[in-house]
């Protein structure tokens, strides 16, 4: 526990590659990221933007399962590695990365969502369960933002400095 590393859950499908980071894959109990010797204290649930809208959608009963683990830890957040508005107005996705392609159009033909309970579902998640969501411009961005978290908690805690 004396070195900072990461732990990425043995389901993530399409796991980060933190660059010069150890990085250690073992089955986690909930999230898909976590600092070693922190399991119990900290992870990140990492989604795609169509991953996220099915989750919110269909898949609604897993989620809450899994938003209910994170909830009782002491930091969790859901990083998503598109930005919010385009989960509302369709956007190009770069072809080749497993789960994405093409042109989606808008969430409500996709999901039957309409935009209005799409953003009221994001402030519900962020209220009720108190885990940020954070909408990444992309998944380079989404890796960056998971990363810094996970060192900074890490950092925080060596030191006596978190808070509650």
Known sequence: MDKFTIIV????????????????????????????????????ERKSGL??????????ERFKSCLSRLQVLERAYIVVEEPLNSLFDGVEIKKGIKGKAGIRPKVKS????????????????????????????????????????LKKYYSLKRTNEFKL
């Open 51 to 60: 991953d996220f809208l099915g989750s919110i959608t269909h898949d609604r």
């Open 110 to 149: 996709v999901v039957g969502m309409h935009p209005n309970s799409l953003f009221g579902t994001v402030v519900s998640i962020m209220t009720r369960y108190r885990i940020p969501i954070i909408f990444a411009n992309n998944r380079k961005e989404a890796e960056r933002f998971t990363l810094e978290i």
């Open 9 to 44: 859950d043995t389901r993530e499908a399409l796991p980060f590659k933190f660059k010069e980071i150890p990085v250690i894959t073992k089955k986690l109990d909930t999230g898909d990221y976590s600092v070693n010797g922190f399991e119990d204290c900290i992870a990140i």
